[in-house]
Structure formats: C-alpha cells, structure tokens
C-alpha cells in the first residue's frame, strides 16, 4: 500500500481507512450489480437500495424521528444558505447567532433574500468566543434562528445549543455532523456538507421536519424547493451518486466499525484534549484562539510568538508527515482539524511534535 501521511486538513478531509479500501474494492464493479457506482443509473435498483441503506443509516445513527424527511443534495451549504431563507422566511424576519466566519457568510447570503438580523455577533472579538447567558436577542415571532453549530476557521464549538422555545432552530452542523449524538427533536432542520466527517464534497444532507415544508413559496424554482426536492426523494435530477454512495460507506464504519456516535464523541473528545492540554501547558508559547470553554473538537486553532515560527512549524511538520497544518489567512497561526477520521494516532504525533517543537524554539 502506498505510504499515507497524516492529513488535517479542514476539507475535504481525511476519510476512513477501511471506507477507502471498500470503495477501492467495488470501484469497477459493485457486488452482484456488474457495473462501477461510478456508472450506476440513479434510477436503478441498486442505487435505491443504496439510498435506502443510508437514510436508515442516519436514522439509526442520530435516532431521526418520524415527521422528519432527509434529503441528498447538491452546492454545498453554501447553497444552503440561501435556500433556508428562500424556503423558511415566508414573509417573515429571522435571527442568526454569528460565532464566526461561516455564520457571517450565512447571514450575508440571507441578506439578499429577506429580513433577517444578527441576534449576536462575536466579530468584536474575532470569534474566539460564544454568546454568554443573557446576550442573545432573540425574537419570538422570527421565522427560525440560525446557528453554525462548529466554526471550523477559529475553532469554537456549541456544546449546547441556545433555546429558541417556539421558533425552529435551524442549524449548519457541516464540520462536526456525525462526529457526536444530536437531538434532532429540538431542530427545525440541520443541514451539512459531507466532506468534512460524512464523506466527500458533491453531497450535503438536509434534515428537515415536516411542518417547515409548507412554507416554501408556490414560485420557487423546483430545483430550489425543499417541498418538491422532498416529494421527489431527492431524484428530482441526477444526484451525487458517488458522493452519496461514500456517506453510505461512512455511515456502515460509524455503525459497525466505531459502534455508534456515543462512542465517536468520547473518541473525539479524547484527540482534542491532546492538543488542548498542550496549549495549556505550553506557558504561552502556543496561544489558542478559542477561549477554553468554547473550543472544538473539530478544529483546533492556536498561534506561536511569531509568524517565523508558525511558518517554521508548517514547514517541519510537514517532514513528519503531518500535513495541512497551516491556519486560515483571517485567523493565521496553526489550524489541525481533527475530524472522525483521524485516527488518535495521527493527533498523537502532532503532540509529541508539538511538545518537541517548543522545547527545540522557546526563549
């Protein structure tokens, strides 16, 4: 087998080994089929079969109640950020809590289609942090509220969602969907792109309740509207096929391999601390961006005493084969995005690197 580095990169991300190896195996020819998924009519037995397996999958995997419907679509979120207002706004205002960069993109794109409003926003202190108890303006007559459930570029994270009471809560879960349980009950609709824990970009999953359906204007464009995508399971026109067959893949690991989302979160959660710990302990010479009690087991930011260093660092870590480490241009520093699929071995070495770094540079 080809030598394998280890990859953090923010996404498209590191994938499972034995998803890759299962796909390498039926690449020219999935079992019993005769033909490549890569060649399959979206219209054919088998992909039903497929779409089936992964819809029950998920419902298995973040216990989906009844009056929900999923859907398997294309554009990314970033589609989705002007789907939601387009499909849920319905004349009304809505809220969206802005805890980093891809929240402030999801309110822009918002802007354009309707009234909508920062119910918080972290950019006074470049997003290091979340709303504190008692900040959040909240409406009660807003159509829904919106929130980026993990900001991948600064590294802070919702461990607890806000209570909106009546209003759904609608949330972009993209960077840390399937990396933990989620009670789905308590969302209006989630929405994520694979590419980051799910799978490959091409595919991003909507999970929408019933009731919200309703309020997609008789105008909207078909391929627009989540009524008619819902009506058509998601085959309105050609879907992701591949992208769709890979979530398959993960959704079977995450199942049978890891042994559920429980078991995904506490391994998570122990890479993270990894890192976190030697930020703490590093006397300054690494500086987290997120504050402590808002950091993500995703994505894991930090900056040294100079970018001489961090460039430094990038450069020699990347010797050890731990690649992609370089932080986002509006943060900069050290970014080691540590989804699902980075085995506890790879957060290891960047540790022990970490730790030698510091000893071989500090002053």
Not at 161 to 187: C, H, I, W
Not at 223 to 248: C, E, G, H
Not at 296 to 322: D, G, I, Y
Request: glycine share 8%; hydrophobic share 40%; with cysteine.
């Amino acid at each position: 087998m080809v030598e394998r580095v280890f990859n953090f990169s923010p996404g498209p991300a590191v994938l499972p080994l034995p998803v890759l190896e299962e796909a390498q195996r039926h690449l020219l020819s999935l079992p019993g089929v005769g033909i490549s998924v890569l060649e399959i009519s979206h219209r054919s037995k088998p992909f039903e079969a497929i779409m089936a397996e992964t819809k029950q999958a998920l419902v298995e995997l973040l216990g989906i109640p009844s009056g929900y419907q999923i859907l398997f679509l294309q554009g990314g979120s970033s589609l989705q950020f002007s789907m939601v207002p387009m499909n849920l706004l319905a004349g009304n205002s809505a809220d969206y809590i802005v805890t980093g960069s891809w929240g402030q993109k999801a309110l822009e794109e918002a802007r354009k289609e309707g009234e909508v409003r920062a119910a918080w926003d972290g950019k006074a202190d470049n997003y290091n942090r979340l709303p504190a108890a008692g900040e959040l303006k909240l409406s009660p007559t807003a159509a829904y509220v919106h929130v980026t459930s993990n900001e991948t570029i600064q590294g802070v994270q919702f461990r607890d969602m806000p209570k909106t009471g009546n209003v759904p809560l609608v949330a972009d879960l993209s960077s840390d969907f399937l990396s933990r349980p989620v009670p789905v009950e308590q969302y209006g609709m989630i929405y994520a792109c694979a590419q980051k824990n799910a799978g490959i970009s091409g595919v991003t999953v909507v999970i929408v309740r019933d009731e919200l359906l309703a309020r997609s204007p008789e105008k909207l464009s078909s391929m627009l509207d989540y009524r008619v995508l819902a009506k058509n399971d998601s085959l309105l026109n050609t879907p992701p096929v591949f992208a769709i067959y890979i979530l398959s893949l993960i959704t079977r690991w995450l199942k049978n391999d890891v042994g559920g989302l429980a078991k995904m979160a506490k391994l998570n959660d122990e890479k993270a601390k990894l890192l976190h710990d030697v930020l703490d302990e590093s006397g300054g010479f690494y500086r987290g961006h997120a504050k402590a009690d808002c950091r993500s087991a995703m994505n894991v930011t930090w900056r040294l005493p100079s970018e001489e260093l961090e460039a430094t660092f990038v450069k020699e870590a990347k010797a050890k084969k731990l690649h992609e480490l370089k932080g986002h241009r509006s943060v900069g520093g050290i970014r080691a995005s540590i989804y699902n699929a980075m085995p506890i071995e790879g957060v290891r070495e960047l540790r022990d690197f970490m730790l030698d770094f510091q000893k071989r540079n500090a002053r």
